[in-house]
């Protein structure tokens, strides 16, 4: 099944972060909180300005991005944990190395 979000949401999928802190102390299931960071899977066409004209989101299938705590709506499709959130909840794109860090 394949999900097309409609108007400026967005389908972010949670990036999972470490389970080992610095000192290698490991993070129990329990005690983690969930990311703020996550990959953006599908995008909406955008949302209409006053005029009725389609402006095209700012981000894009692949952007690592960061939200806040308590945003989007928590689904699950075709066994996937999502999170479905307008753009506006998007905090912002990561760029450069830590994004590229972070998917490794």
Known sequence: MSFRPLHDRVVVKRVEEDTKTAGGIIIPDTAKEKPQQGEVVAVGPGARDEQG??????????????FGKWSGTEVKIDGQDLLIMKESDILGVLEGKAATKKAA
């Open 53 to 66: 004209k389609v402006v095209p989101l700012d981000v894009k299938p692949g952007d690592r991005v960061l």
